[in-house]
């Protein structure tokens, strides 16, 4: 699996943003502890906002523990009992296993739901119900070269003209890098109407595989090949391993697009690029192409009834780890955009906004579907050889799309079981 991990991308608060988040007068003294297990990720950075305060929960003190690693924070959680088990988990786990035991309970958000994009929404639900907040963001958004393109584009269509009507003149090599090779394929993929799976009403439906979406294969016709069926160079990047040689023509100007995430930004801001980044638009105005987007959360256990302090906890997550307030102070110590679209709208950063922005466009990485083989290969390398077949061997689009989706549809099936 391709997925990186986000560099810096700026300050995005102030140290008395921070501290102003523990100064919320308490009415009582504190009575009971709230416990919070977390990664080597989070935790120094929970530590820092949360540890030992009595006043964000009145009448609760906070304690977070966290472990020296997410495999040492998963095998504690998969061994947790009602003695040792914590009231509030932040990192991954699987959610849907961990509802199915018994060891999640659900939240209410009311419309504080709407402070987060539909995507961070699903990524915490399970069977209609919301377990957790979605804390930060990890994904990639459009880079467009000013020098170039002096705004961003506003149409996947827009791109692939000014490519076709400037290569020659401006000795351009193509005109869209997949720095990141094939895990950024499902966004240009989505970008011209198929994808992994539907996302068309806004709730994913993982049993409908999209990699042979009719709407996909005729726009990828026409945008992404000639009329002799063959590539006609705009697309670059997208077949593993190594798809970053093409980032080095983006740097040079030789290539106006690209998508990839903040890792490569201070590279590009060195070498003096003048970058915009947007979301990656769809085939029409208005429409935009789904990247995946890997989420954190933080989640009520079922444990927090058992200690006595489910009502404390449940404020804790809603009233601060959904805040604008709380997620901007996570978001300025973990350098990670935040997942609530109120926070990002409240971020200072340049970058920061316009990655946030870029990432409400985005859907969940489910990695439980992703990187299951059973029809042969995972996605990745299936979505590798597809592209790989038509880009590069020339091979028929509908037929190479229509054995990648038989491929996929029996990795997601098996999955699901």
């Not at 006043?55 to 061994?79: C, E, R, T």
């Not at 995507?119 to 467009?144: C, K, R």
């Not at 192409?289 to 989640?299: D, K, S």
């Amino acid at each position: 699996m391709k997925k990186k991990q986000l560099g810096v991308i700026g300050a995005l608060a102030s140290a008395a943003l921070i501290a102003s988040a523990m100064l919320v007068p308490a009415a009582n003294a504190a009575s009971r502890t709230l416990t919070i297990w977390a990664d080597d990720q989070r935790g120094p950075q929970l530590t820092t906002l949360l540890q030992g305060n009595t006043s964000i929960v009145p009448g609760y003190k906070i304690n977070v523990k966290f472990f020296s690693s997410l495999n040492a924070l998963q095998s504690a959680w998969a061994n947790a009992t009602a003695a040792t088990a914590p009231d509030i988990y932040a990192g991954a786990l699987n959610l849907d296993s961990d509802v199915q035991s018994g060891k999640l309970a659900p939240i209410q958000l009311g419309s504080t739901a709407n402070s987060f994009p539909s995507g961070a929404i699903s990524f915490v639900s399970s069977n209609n119900h919301i377990y957790g907040i979605p804390l930060d963001t990890d994904g990639a958004a459009l880079e467009y070269n000013k020098a170039l393109v002096p705004t961003a584009p506003t149409s996947f269509a827009s791109m692939v003209n000014y490519y076709l009507t400037n290569k020659s003149a401006k000795g351009l090599t193509a005109g869209l890098c997949t720095v990141d090779g094939s895990w950024e394929d499902v966004a240009v993929m989505n970008a011209l109407g198929g994808g992994a799976w539907d996302i068309s009403k806004g709730k994913p439906n993982y049993s409908t595989v999209e990699v042979n979406n009719p709407t996909m294969i005729s726009n990828a016709k026409t945008y992404l090949l000639g009329a002799d069926g063959k590539t006609n160079g705009f697309w670059q990047g997208y077949a593993d391993p190594a798809p970053e040689a093409c980032l080095a023509d983006f740097d040079a100007g030789k290539i106006p697009f690209a998508i990839t995430g903040a890792w490569n930004y201070a590279g590009m801001t060195a070498k003096g690029i003048n970058f915009g980044i947007s979301a990656i638009p769809g085939v029409k105005a208005g429409t935009y192409g789904a990247q995946f987007i890997g989420y954190t959360g933080a989640y009520l256990t079922s444990f927090a009834s058992t200690h006595g302090v489910a009502i404390g906890a449940r404020q804790l997550l809603v009233n601060w780890f959904a805040s604008t307030q709380g997620q901007l102070a996570m978001s300025k110590l973990s350098q990670r955009p935040p997942a609530s679209s109120a926070a990002v709208a409240a971020a200072t950063d340049p970058n920061t906004i316009a990655v946030g922005n870029a990432f409400l466009h985005g859907q969940p990485q489910v990695d439980l579907l992703l990187n299951d083989a059973a029809g042969g290969t995972a996605w990745y390398a299936t979505i590798s050889s597809l592209w790989s077949a038509v880009l590069t061997q020339g091979k028929d689009l509908s037929t190479s799309a229509d054995l990648a989706a038989s491929i996929e549809q029996k990795d997601f099936a098996d999955a699901l079981k």
